[in-house]
């Protein structure tokens, strides 16, 4: 497909045998290349290896940073998987986003990407506004939402204009997810301009051929629309679950407004996702559970699982239901 | 497309049109909110009214009374430029070794980068925060480890990111191979290579990297939340926080509404300066994935 990435064919300089054997030149050659990539393999060997070896070690242990690492075996695994009902809560509120957002998410976006494909005046403006909240994020933008979404808000405001009373939203527990639904509908501008730049590229031969056949415009739509898309719409599944699995940041924000204990995770626990949990334990009050690092690690870990075996059940199903144009080979 | 005197191809495009504007306006009525509420006096809080009937300015010279702002806002600013420059330089030179240069195991080191790209960012979370409780800052800030100092938010830039230079590689691969082979001829060390050809032909790349690493950097809230620990060190987004928590169970929304404007204002700014390079990147990223 034309938006593809085009890689420029790798040049391949077969070496010839007898020039296999050691020469200055080409431990130059690789040298150069070590130098180019050090800040990487320095980053990669620091930051990345290391603390995950470090992390997996940890998750076998009792360990508060403070005295010295006791090993313990899967008491962890065990305790989190037996013995935690917030471990569970967490699962449960994380699992919910995750079902409910991903699907509202990528049809709200490919149909306005349908609608920006038009062809319409002011493409390029509403390409803009589309994309702008995007870069309203941060803690102010979260702010925002909560002022908008208060229980008298504007969003309460406009729904009493069609007749709907609205619900009191993030201090009603079980509101406050569907809040964060509505909150991130408005950060879809990424996966608009994505799904746009592949119905970009989606050859317009497709569409004169179906249409010489008789096809209309929701035959159009399913047969060669939605087909040409599904590698984007799998990617954008793909990275928006992976996200949604680690929502933090919101959630913490609005569980600690107003003063409210971060540890309790928001009304009726409802806010208590994953990752904020995990972050109570491992840099929260040690009253309230902190400082349990070796906990946090095997926390960390299974979500980890978590997270790979559902993206590998998506690569499996995707056999079923993405079409990737074979290039004959 | 047809050609009328309509710029409409059909009745159903109109109907499109008009569902592109309510969007837009939809979109856009949040950040409309937030500039009203910030104008309006406490008493017009609770009247839902979209234009206050006093522009109340002195909100924002209030507002910024309470709170160490000025310091926040040098702490972010330091931070966001040492992690740009960081970021863009270090994944420019990682993506150049990948796209241009030969070396033994890079094929398979770069298999590894895509790897890391899927690694949850909580798995490493806590393993780097007791690596840097441990490194020593030598007083460095006023703090014995790199806890509590910039150095957590800054150092790691300098190595890169898998994703920056996954898009870099892409873009410099572009370049055509002839422009680095006749300059070595003429005798250009690779570092002048990449210095002087490859890298300003890659501005658009670039562009975008630093474009997306400032928003990272600016609007970070769970590094500084983990390594920032005296207020006098926050960043604008802990002083946001902060500065809610100061009001005592029922902020201002005017006041917050005005602090958090301003601190949104930057990234808004560079947006509408460079919105091509966010809106290419965008695209780039998700051509990424397929």
Known sequence: MATRVTESQPVLTVAPKARRKFSRRRFNQGLTGYLFALPWLIGFAVFTLWPMLYSLYTSFTRYNIIGEPRWLGLRNYENIIFNDSMFLKALENTFWMVIVKTPIVIVAALTIAILLNLNLPGERGFRTIVYLPNVLSGVAAIFLWQWILAPNGLFNAGLELIGVRGPAWFTDPAWTKPGLVVMSSWWIGAQVLIYLASLKGIPKSLYEAAEIDGATGWAKTRYITLPMLSPTTFFLVVTSIIGTFQIFETAFIIAGAAGRDIALGGPGQSLLFYVFYLYNRAFGKVGAGGLQMGYASALAWILFLIIMAVTLVQLLLAKRWVYYETDGR | ?290
Not at chain 2, 176 to 198: C, H, Q, R, T, Y
Not at chain 2, 210 to 236: C, H, K, N, V
Not at chain 2, 258 to 287: D, H, K, N, W
């Open chain 2, 1 to 290: 497309m047809r050609r009328g005197y309509s710029p409409f191809a059909s009745f159903w495009h109109f109907v499109a049109w008009l569902g592109l504007v309510s969007i837009s306006v939809l979109f856009l009525v949040p950040l409309f909110w937030m500039i009203s509420t910030a104008l309006k006096e406490p008493a017009e809080l609770m009247r839902n009214n979209w234009i206050p009937q006093h522009f109340a300015w002195e909100n924002f010279s209030y507002a910024l009374s309470y709170g160490m702002w000025f310091r926040w806002a040098f702490n972010s600013v330091v931070i966001t430029v040492f992690s740009v420059i960081g970021m863009v330089l270090s994944s420019a030179m990682v993506a150049y070794a990948f796209a241009r240069l030969k070396w033994p195991g890079r094929d398979f080191l770069f298999g590894i980068v895509l790897a890391t790209m899927m690694m949850p960012g909580v798995v490493l979370m806590i393993p780097q925060f007791i690596i840097f409780a441990r490194l020593p800052a030598f007083g460095f800030q006023g703090s014995a480890s790199w806890v509590n100092t910039f150095l957590p938010l800054i150092v790691p830039a300098f190595t890169g990111s898998a994703f920056y230079i996954f898009l870099l590689r892409q873009f410099m691969r572009g370049v055509p191979m002839e422009l680095s082979e006749s300059a070595k001829i003429d005798g250009a060390s690779e570092l002048n290579i990449f210095w002087n050809i490859v890298m300003p032909l890659s501005k658009p790349a670039l562009a975008t990297i630093a474009i997306f690493s400032f928003q990272g950097a600016w609007q970070d809230f769970m590094g500084p939340l983990i390594y920032l620990q005296s207020e006098r060190l926050y960043t604008l987004q802990l002083g946001l926080r902060q500065f809610e928590f100061a009001a005592g169970g029922a902020p201002a929304w005017n006041w917050l509404m005005a602090v958090s404007l301003l601190v949104m204002l930057p990234v808004l700014v560079v947006f509408l300066a460079f919105q091509r390079y966010f809106i290419e990147g965008i695209s780039i990223t998700g051509m990424g994935g397929r």
